[in-house]
């Protein structure tokens, strides 16, 4: 039961890493599970690409296949919409945490 509400809780924070990597550079599926691993967020590609696809269906990414290397390989990049929410995001979690870290 813990895990379950754990991994919902978390689930906001990376799709805020998300947005915030997107805004930086496009990437590609692979590339963000190893980033969030670094940051000790364990996701598969079953849990990954879910969530991108629901975030470009929200408009917060979009889309772009790249050839490399012979093979199609999907890239996410930040929309309009997306620096918005990533924006309102940071303030939020600014907010939030400097409340709750003591």
């Given at each position: 039961?813990?895990?379950?509400?754990?991994?919902?809780?978390?689930?906001?924070f990376v799709q805020i890493h998300i947005l915030h990597h997107a805004e930086k550079e496009p990437f590609y599926g692979?590339?963000?599970?190893?980033?969030?691993r670094e940051h000790g967020y364990d996701m598969s590609p079953?849990?990954?690409?879910?969530?991108?696809?629901s975030m470009e269906s929200s408009g917060l990414l979009e889309k772009a296949?790249?050839?490399?290397d012979g093979k199609i390989r999907k890239y996410y990049r930040i929309t309009e919409l997306?620096?918005?929410?990533?924006?309102?995001?940071?303030?939020?979690?600014?907010?939030?945490?400097?409340?709750?870290?003591?």
């Open positions: 039961m813990q895990d379950k509400i754990m991994r919902k809780l978390f689930l906001g692979v590339w963000m599970i190893e980033e969030l079953g849990s990954l690409y879910p969530l991108l696809h296949e790249r050839t490399v997306g620096i918005d929410v990533l924006r309102e995001a940071q303030k939020k979690a600014y907010e939030l945490f400097k409340e709750i870290k003591d």
